[in-house]
């Protein structure tokens, strides 16, 4: 669609939904801690009412509504029956990562648009049917990776794909924290499914592989640990009881056009970080800083490493700020969530990229369990 012709669509589906005094009816699937991130988001957008909340935990909707003064809302125990009684134009999924695939699916299927929390989900397969029920449903499914919308992890993008580090082959990249373990449902099989390496993982491995614009993940020799979270002098003794997800993965990754990727990641370690992130060219190399506590920034100033007139030369890329008027990087996923739905778009972060970055994170838990290298298979969407 021309910029004209979806201008025209954007304004007539605007003007659709004020003539009919109509707001954007959007459910809350799951209301825990970053269902809060996307309620206050969504109170700041003119165009959408949030109508519906669900919650598996009885009177927890109705409290958090409460919480943030949001009136008017039908509450339903479950993800199913509030899509059964609503007509939504969207959900946000915010529920744990088991329950990432059965709502995104049971609410694509029912046509509603959704906005779903990383990870994607836990398994390939369950990446698989959550891409085939986005396609089935011509809907718009946007996978809630915030930092995309930040100006420095545009640039690694822009650099990359500028062609001043010529041929990528080689990528090094995760993250971590020296302590850092989250507790809640983040660290058990039956809620999150995946510890360290779904949780912050999936970021470290969102950076680079947008920046090279999603190969093909081939093959992996994956490796995860949990010498941390389960370890009393690490971790209180009541979630050091129930951890049994991992705590640190590393692996080793063919994509695509003949590029390795180098990956670990960390909630906690004997370390100040596991490195970096590089990206190696033919032309030229970049350096990101790592952060202490992987949250979607640049540590510092990049660098670029390049011959200039035959000279070793180093470039700094000073760190950017994000544009205010744009708003938060959490109000920019939400709002171009629902441009895309308003202007029938292109989804913003999209889930055939990011069923690239689960089947990474499911080779890597597949890997480690057999002890070798597999070979990545992903179905035909
Ligand atoms: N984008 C970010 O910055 C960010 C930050 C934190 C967490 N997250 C992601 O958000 C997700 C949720 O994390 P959280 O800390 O809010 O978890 P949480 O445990 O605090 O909340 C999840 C809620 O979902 C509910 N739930 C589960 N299945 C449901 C269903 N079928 N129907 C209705 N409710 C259901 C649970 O009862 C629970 O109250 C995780 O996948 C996490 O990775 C993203």
Not at 89 to 99: E, G, H, L, P, W
Not at 249 to 272: Q, T, Y
Not at 300 to 305: A, E, F, R
Request: aromatic content about 8%; charged content about 20%; hydrophobic content about 40%.
């Amino acid at each position: 669609m021309s910029d004209a012709v979806l201008g025209q669509f954007t304004q007539a589906k605007q003007e659709e939904i004020k003539a009919g005094g109509r707001k954007l009816k959007v459910g809350i699937i799951g209301t825990g801690w970053i269902a809060e991130s996307h309620i206050q988001s969504y109170k700041r957008q003119p165009d959408v009412e949030v109508v519906a909340a669900a919650d598996l935990i009885p009177g927890k909707a109705e409290a958090f509504m409460e919480r943030y003064s949001v009136e008017g809302v039908r509450y339903y125990p479950d993800h199913l029956a509030m899509l059964e009684a609503e007509a939504l134009d969207a959900v946000s999924v915010c529920t744990y990562n088991r329950t990432h695939a059965v709502c995104t699916i049971d609410a694509l299927q029912r046509g509603v648009n959704v906005l779903l929390e990383k990870p994607m989900c836990v398994t390939t397969e369950e990446a698989v049917e959550i891409c085939r029920a986005e396609k089935a449903s011509g809907k718009v499914l946007s996978i809630g990776f915030q930092p995309r919308f930040d100006v420095n992890m545009q640039m690694i993008k822009k650099i990359v794909q500028s062609g001043e580090l010529g041929q990528i082959y080689y990528i090094q990249t995760g993250g971590g924290r020296r302590r850092g373990i989250p507790n809640s449902t983040f660290i058990e099989q039956k809620t999150a499914g995946i510890g360290a390496l779904g949780d912050i993982g999936c970021y470290s491995l969102d950076v680079v592989l947008n920046a090279i614009g999603y190969p093909k993940p081939l093959t992996v020799s994956g490796y995860i640990s949990a010498f941390f979270g389960p370890n009393p002098l690490y971790n209180n003794p009541a979630d050091a009881a129930r951890f049994n997800v991992d705590d640190f993965a590393a692996a080793f990754v063919r994509l695509e056009g003949g590029i390795i990727l180098d990956f670990r990641i960390a909630w906690a370690m004997h370390m100040d970080t596991p490195g970096d992130t590089l990206i190696f060219g033919t032309k030229g190399g970049l350096r990101i800083p790592s952060t202490d506590c992987w949250n979607g920034s640049v540590g510092g100033p990049m660098t670029i490493y390049h011959d200039v007139a035959g000279e070793r030369v180093e470039t700094t890329v000073p760190v950017l700020k994000n544009d205010a008027s744009k708003g938060g990087l959490f109000d920019q996923k939400i709002r171009s969530f629902l441009d895309a739905i308003l202007q029938g778009g292109e989804s913003p972060v999209s889930a055939g990229e990011i069923l690239y970055n689960q089947a990474i994170i499911d080779g890597i838990l597949q890997s480690s369990q057999v002890g070798r290298e597999i070979e990545i298979v992903i179905p035909e969407i």
